[in-house]
C-alpha cells in the first residue's frame, strides 16, 4: 500500500524558491534510528532507517524540501542501555539491519532470512509493556533474524553449486573485512572474552586482567598481549566472522541509504559524539586519563550538572613525544573522523567543548553529581588547589582567570593568544581540517553548542567561521542579549524550536497555556514577523488566542533570522507532544518515541486542525517579516505559499 505524501512532489520547488528566497541554504530533518517509522510486516518494535517505512518517510521529508536529514549517533548500543550516545564508535548497531530485504531472493543478498521467520518474530512483539519491554524484545528478536541470516550465508556459500549472487556476497564480505580489519577484530573481540566472562557488555569485573589489557598493556606484558590477540582470533575465528558478517549486514545497507537520499539531493549528517562506549573503553584505555572523567557542569540547562562517566583523553599522547607528528589520540580521532566522513556528508560535532576544554571530575568518587559539581575545565586550571594535577594541563596562566565568576562560567579565561587558542584547537582543527579534506563545505560541520559557551570554545570556532545551536524554545524574553533568541543568530549559526534532548513545541504550548504565557510570545513573534507597529498588536493578539498559529510563527521566526541553516526535530514537524529524550534523567522512555505507522494520516488531519508544521505557511509568514519591500518583491511566491498552505489546512492535499 503506498502512503500518501502531504505535498505533491510538484511542491518542492516551491518550497525550494521560498527558502532560496529567506536566504536559507541548509533545511535539516532531525531524527535518530529508533524513532523511524516500520511497516507492519517488517516491524520488530523499533525504528530503522534502513527500512521500507523508513524509506516511505524519507520521501516525505524530500517532498517537504528538506535538504539534508541528521541522524545521531549510530552505534551499537547494549541490551540494558538504549542511549545511542552510549553506542560503539566504529562498530554499527545492527538492531538496524532492515529484516525484510533479507527475505527477498532477488535482492543484494539473497534470502538469508525466510519469511515465515520475520512474520514470526513480527507476531511476537508484545501488544503491551512499556519501552524497555518492547526493546528488549527487539533486540531478542534481531539476534534470532541475525543468527538465521549468518547461518544461511554459511550453509549457502560452502555448497558446491552455491548461486552466482552468493558468491558475489562472498566476495563483498572478504573486502569488507580486509578494509575494516583492525576495528572489526577489535571490537568482535570484546564480545568473545565477555561472553567468555559472563559478563555481557561490562568488562570491569575483568579489568584488571591482561584480556582487560589486551590492547593496552603494561610494557612487560606487550609481547604476551599480541599472542593472546592471535591465540583468541584463531580459536574464535567463526564468532570473530559472525561479528563481522552483522557489521557487514549494516555497513551495505547505510551505503545504499546514502545512494538513496543523495540521488534524492538529500545529504546525510552524522554524530560524532563525544562519549566513549563501554567496548571502546576497553580497546582504548591507553589513550585515557586515569584519575579524572568528563561531565557536564553546571548550566542553564541543567543546574546540578551532569557526571557523564566518559572518559577523557590524555592530552600527553595528542601529538608525538618529540612533536613531530600525531600521537596515539590523533591517530584514533584520525581512524574515526576517516571512517565516519566516508558514510556521512557531513558531522554533527556532539558537545564540541569535549574537544576543546573539556568539564572533568575526580574518578571513583563516592558521589559523583558532587564531584562533577566540583570539577574544572581541563586546560583552564592552572593552580586550584582542589585540582593541582590539572596544573601541568593549563594552557592559560592565573593572571588570564576572572575569579569574580564560577569556574564553569564562560567568562573563566578572559583572554588568549593565538598560540594559545592553537594548543586549545588540537582535536578540533583535526576534525574541521579531515572534513574539508574529504570535500565537506564549511556548513556542513556543525557544532552543538548550546547554553554554554566557554571564551576558550568561541576563540577556536571562530578561527573556522562556525557558529553555534540557537533552540528557541530556551529563549529568555526578559533578556535581549539571550543567546537563544532569533535575532542573535549569526548567519553561521544553526537555528531550531527544539531537539531531540528539549520537550516538543506542542506540548510547549500546553504548558505556556497553563502558565499564562502565551501572551509574552506572542508579543515577541509578534514584535519578529509584523516589522510594522500598525497592525502588530492586533496579531499579537491573534498569536496569543490561537495557539496553532502562535506554534507556526514560532516555527517562521527561524526562517526570519539571519541564520542560514534551520533544523527541525521530526516531533516538532509532525505535531507530537511527547519528549525524545529528557536529559540527566533515567528513564526507560528516553530513547523510544517513533513516528507512528499511520504517520502520513496523522500529520494530515493534525495539520487541518493546526497542530503540526504546515510549512508553506510559516514560509510565507518568514518572507512578510521582510517587511513591504520583501511582501512587493515575493508577490507572486506568496501567493502561491498561501494557496497551499490553505489546501494544506482544508485537507485538499
Known amino acids: 500500500m503506498e502512503l500518501p505524501s502531504p505535498l505533491p512532489d510538484s511542491h518542492r520547488s516551491l518550497v525550494t524558491e521560498a527558502l532560496e528566497a529567506l536566504g536559507v541554504t541548509r533545511w535539516v530533518l532531525s531524527i535518530h534510528d529508533p524513532s523511524f517509522p516500520g511497516l507492519p510486516g517488517e516491524d520488530l518494535g523499533r525504528g530503522s532507517p534502513y527500512s521500507e517505512g523508513a524509506t516511505r518517510f524519507l520521501a516525505f521529508a524530500r517532498d517537504l524540501g528538506f ?18 550516545y552510549d553506542g560503539t564508535l566504529f562498530s554499527r548497531n545492527t538492531l538496524n539491519v532492515a529484516l525484510a530485504p533479507l527475505t527477498d531472493p532477488h535482492g543484494p543478498w539473497g534470502a538469508l532470512l525466510s519469511s515465515d521467520t520475520l512474520a514470526r518474530l513480527v507476531s511476537e512483539v508484545p501488544a503491551e509493556g512499556g519501552p524497555e519491554t518492547r526493546y528488549q524484545s527487539a533486540c531478542r528478536g534481531q539476534a534470532l533474524a541475525l543468527q538465521e541470516a549468518w547461518d544461511t550465508f554459511r550453509r549457502e556459500r560452502d555448497r558446491a553449486d552455491a548461486p552466482a549472487s552468493i558468491l558475489a556476497l562472498v566476495r563483498r564480505f572478504a573486502d569488507f573485512r580486509v578494509e575494516q580489519r583492525e576495528w572489526l577484530e577489535r571490537d568482535a573481540l570484546f564480545d568473545v572474552l565477555s561472553t567468555r566472562h559472563h559478563t555481557p557488555d561490562d568488562w570491569r569485573g575483568w579489568a584488571d586482567s591482561l584480556e582487560g589489557r589486551l590492547f593496552a598493556p603494561r610494557l612487560e606484558e606487550v609481547t604476551q598481549a599480541e599472542a593472546r590477540v592471535r591465540e583468541l582470533l584463531n580459536v574464535e575465528a567463526e564468532a570473530v566472522e559472525q561479528y563481522a558478517f552483522r557489521q557487514f ?51 542553564r540547562t541543567n543546574p546540578e550538572g551532569q557526571p557523564w562517566n566518559y572518559p577523557v583523553l590524555d592530552p600527553e599522547q595528542y601529538v608525538a613525544p618529540d612533536g613531530s607528528g600525531p600521537g596515539p589520540v590523533l591517530s584514533y580521532l584520525d581512524a574515526r573522523l576517516g571512517k565516519m566522513l566516508s558514510e556521512y556528508d557531513g ?68 583572554w588568549l593568544t593565538e598560540e594559545q587558542v592553537g594548543r586549545y584547537a588540537i582535536l578540533f582543527d583535526s576534525v574541521v581540517r579531515t572534513a574539508r579534506e574529504r ?10 553548542v548550546l547554553s554554554t559557551l566557554p571564551h576558550e570554545l568561541s576563540r577556536v570556532m571562530a578561527r573556522d567561521g562556525l557558529g553555534r545551536f540557537r533552540v528557541t524554545q530556551k529563549a529568555d524574553l526578559h533578556n535581549p542579549a539571550d543567546v537563544y533568541r532569533s535575532e542573535n ?117 493534525r495539520l487541518r486542525a493546526g497542530a503540526a508544521l504546515n510549512l508553506p505557511r510559516v514560509l510565507a509568514m518568514a518572507l512578510r517579516a521582510g517587511g513591504a519591500e520583501a511582501r512587493a518583491r515575493h508577490a507572486e511566491l506568496l501567493r502561491r505559499l498561501d494557496a497551499v498552505a490553505a489546501r494544506l489546512r482544508s485537507g485538499a492535499l
Open 249 to 299: 549486514l549494516v555497513h551495505e545497507q547505510h551505503g545504499l541509504l546514502r545512494e538513496r537520499v543523495g540521488a534524492w539531493g538529500l545529504k546525510l549528517y552524522g554524530d560524532l559524539q563525544i562519549g566513549f562506549s563501554p567496548r571502546d573503553t576497553w580497546a582504548l584505555q591507553g589513550l585515557f586519563l586515569r584519575a579524572y572523567l568528563m561531565g557536564a557542569p553546571p548550566s
Open 67 to 84: 535538504t539534508g536529514i541528521q541522524l545521531g549517533p549510530q552505534g551499537q548500543t547494549t541490551a540494558h542501555n538504549p542511549s545511542p
Open 347 to 414: 558531522l554533527r560535532i556532539d558537545h564540541p567543548h569535549g574537544l576543546v576544554c573539556p568539564w572533568v571530575y575526580r574518578a571513583g568518587s563516592a558521589d559523583p553529581l558532587r564531584a562533577v559539581q566540583g570539577g574544572a575545565r581541563l586546560f583552564s586550571s592552572p593552580d586550584l588547589p582542589d585540582h593541582p594535577e590539572l596544573a601541568r594541563y593549563a594552557i592559560v596562566a592565573p593572571e588570564q582567570l576572572d575569579r569574580s565568576v564560577p569556574r564553569h562560567a564562560d567568562g573563566w579565561v578572559k
Open 489 to 605: 543568530a549569526a548567519p553561521e549559526d544553526w537555528v531550531m524550536v527544539g531537539n531531540h534532548d528539549t520537550k516538543s513545541l506542542w506540548r510547549l504550548l500546553s504548558e505556556w497555556q497553563w502558565r499564562h504565557a502565551l501572551r509574552a510570545q506572542a508579543d515577541y513573534l509578534a514584535w519578529r514577523l509584523h516589522p510594522e507597529a500598525e497592525g502588530r498588536e492586533d496579531f499579537a493578539r491573534q498569536l496569543a488566542q490561537d495557539p496553532g498559529l502562535l506554534a507556526q510563527a514560532k516555527f517562521a521566526d527561524l526562517f526570519a533570522s539571519r541564520a542560514r541553516s534551520v533544523m527541525v526535530f521530526f516531533a516538532d514537524l509532525l505535531g507530537m507532544p511527547d519528549t525524545y529524550n529528557a536529559p540527566g534523567s533515567v528513564d526507560a522512555r528516553n530513547w523510544s518515541l517513533r513516528v507512528p505507522h499511520d504517520w502520513a494520516a496523522q500529520y494530515q488531519q
Open 439 to 448: 570535500g565537506r563545505a564549511r556548513e556542513d560541520v556543525l557544532c552543538e
